[in-house]
């Protein structure tokens, strides 16, 4: 029978491999799902930690990761036929480390599988406030060894925006994992917000549930320099781009004078063999502008005021976080997919054992009940 309920058990691993390299959009095919062994115990004298999964964090980082592209100064690409890799919440069963003991919780990178033996604990954390959701540990809240949500929104609007109140703010990909963090922060500088998105569903959830502006579903859109226009008469101070492409490019039509663009990532590109061309670069002399890209993880000293900044605004109910959660490690590929296609609602998490979830606090939010 399979059990975790005591170390040295025996048990059957499921476990999601990356088969080759992935090329263009991915498709669920591209990940094989495997069942090997495990002994549910840690090598004698090794420091690893033994982990049961509950929580996996889905990320368009991941995509990158499994392609071939060269990616200097980011992370290296995962090898076909290794597990695939992410943030994740567990449960200890065994510890070598002093630092972790059977019954924590923790989170980390771990693999895509139902039990990760963590090697590097370096890489482990306990979960220390225990009021908020399991579940925002893999986005929301966790100090970044790996692109990150919630740090990733904070310092790309208040060190790469540098916002004042009333300035207007554009954000693609607005209903994301990030954008949806950015337009609140903005909203709560007090700036005019307005938001891309791929459905009608989040243009109604951007302006009613997270207070923005205005939003506009960028695939109804015949002319998206008319759009904006539309949006912003006077002109845009502030865009976090997290699209690139054809978005960007009439961006940069709609810049006011010395607007700034803050580059988080270009996700319409990722996909594609080759990328689009950005025609109208001349407006960045024009209008002074200042345009940055930026990779969180080279933030991580501002984590500790990101962290005093953003745990009251969420227990105060200041900031909302919406997620998408679905169930099972099967639905990991699925879950890849549907970053793609504008399919999932808010930050993409996926349960991987139910346990403790109905004893975690802010449940409704844990299930996805926004
Ligand atoms: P996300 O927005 O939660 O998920 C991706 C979303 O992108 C999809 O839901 C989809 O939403 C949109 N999308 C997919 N293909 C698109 C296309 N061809 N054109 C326009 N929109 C498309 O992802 P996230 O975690 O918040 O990340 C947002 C961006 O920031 C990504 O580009 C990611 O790579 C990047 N990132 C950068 C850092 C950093 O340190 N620089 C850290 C984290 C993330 P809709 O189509 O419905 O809008």
């Not at 953003?310 to 639905?331: F, Q």
Request: net charge negative; with cysteine.
């Amino acid at each position: 029978m399979e059990t975790d309920g005591g170390a040295g058990n025996v048990v059957r691993n499921k476990k999601l491999m990356l088969k080759d390299y992935i090329k263009g959009s991915p498709k669920e095919s591209d990940l094989h799902l495997t069942t090997e062994s495990i002994e549910l115990k840690v090598p004698q004298g090794s420091n690893a930690v033994l982990v049961k999964v509950l929580y996996l964090s889905i990320d368009p980082y991941q995509y990158i990761r499994s392609t071939k592209i060269e990616k200097p100064g980011y992370f290296s690409s995962y090898s076909p036929g290794s597990v695939m890799a992410s943030y994740g919440v567990g449960r200890v069963l065994e510890s070598g480390h002093s630092d972790f003991q059977k019954g924590d919780l923790v989170w980390g990178t771990t693999g895509w599988e139902e039990y990760s033996l963590i090697t590097e604990p370096e890489t482990l954390f306990k979960i220390q406030h225990s009021d908020v959701p399991l579940s925002y540990y893999l986005g929301v809240l966790v100090v970044p060894s790996f692109p990150n949500t919630g740090l990733t929104a904070y310092v790309g609007f208040y060190e790469f925006c540098a916002a004042k109140k009333g300035e207007t703010v554009f954000i693609s990909s607005a209903f994301g994992a990030v954008g949806q963090l950015v337009g609140q922060l903005a909203k709560l500088m007090g700036c005019y917000v307005v938001g891309s998105a791929g459905s009608q569903e989040k243009v109604d959830l951007l302006k009613n549930k997270l207070g923005f502006d205005a939003a506009f579903n960028y695939k109804e859109e015949k002319n998206l320099d008319d759009t904006l226009k539309r949006h912003f008469p006077e002109g845009i101070d502030i865009c976090f781009d997290n699209v690139g492409g054809k978005m960007l490019d009439a961006v940069l039509l709609n810049m006011k004078l010395n607007g700034r663009i803050a580059h988080c990532g270009m996700i319409s590109q990722y996909t594609l063999d080759e990328p689009e061309g950005i025609k109208n670069m001349m407006n960045i002399i024009y209008k002074r502008l200042r345009l940055e890209g930026f990779v969180v993880t080279d933030h991580y000293h501002l984590f500790p005021k990101f962290l005093d900044f953003m745990l009251p605004c969420i227990r105060e109910g200041k900031i909302v976080y919406v997620e998408d959660i679905s169930e099972a490690l099967e639905s990991c590929p699925a879950a890849l997919v549907g970053l793609f296609n504008s399919s999932k609602l808010g930050k993409k998490v996926v349960i991987v054992a139910t346990e403790l979830i109905t004893s975690q606090p802010n449940c409704s939010v844990l299930l996805g009940q926004y």
